[in-house]
């Protein structure tokens, strides 16, 4: 017995005939997401720009050619201000969170993020505006260096 989308002849329908909008080839993956570890990489980053935002602090910065140019790294942090080690490893749950959701859309390929929580306003705030904060923050940076 053949399932009904089976078609009667036994030909299957050629890749041609479908729409490339549902094709899997035909949409392009995001960046590939890192996650910074070095300290001189965070350093390099608080060398570069910053945008402050009521939720966190990001700063940016465009990777040199000789450096690995590929995907989108990100790193995070939090001070002791933020408070405890529970309520700073929330922020940066947090923070790890919205950038996973926003960067592959408003990232962009070859940069260096680091994310950065705010004193009891990371962990208080929303999670919409946190994302928005993040997306602003992004454009803002963005603009600035084309």
């Not at 050619?65 to 929330?90: H, L, M, P, S, Y």
Request: glycine content about 8%.
């Amino acid at each position: 017995m053949t399932p009904p989308e089976t078609p009667e002849t036994g030909t299957s329908a050629s890749a041609g005939d479908r729409s490339p909008a549902f094709s899997v080839w035909a949409r392009q993956s995001p960046p590939k997401i890192h996650v910074l570890k070095i300290r001189a990489d965070f350093l390099r980053c608080a060398r570069a720009g910053r945008q402050g935002t009521a939720g966190m602090m990001l700063q940016a910065r465009q990777r040199r050619t000789d450096e690995a140019a590929t995907g989108i790294r990100v790193g995070f942090t939090c001070t002791k201000k933020v408070g405890n080690a529970v309520a700073r490893n929330r922020a940066k749950r947090r923070l790890r969170e919205v950038a996973r959701l926003v960067l592959p859309e408003h990232g962009r390929d070859g940069w260096d993020y680091v994310l950065i929580g705010r004193e009891e306003a990371t962990a208080a705030r929303p999670f919409e505006e946190l994302k928005r904060d993040l997306i602003s923050a992004l454009k803002k940076l963005h603009q600035a260096r084309p």
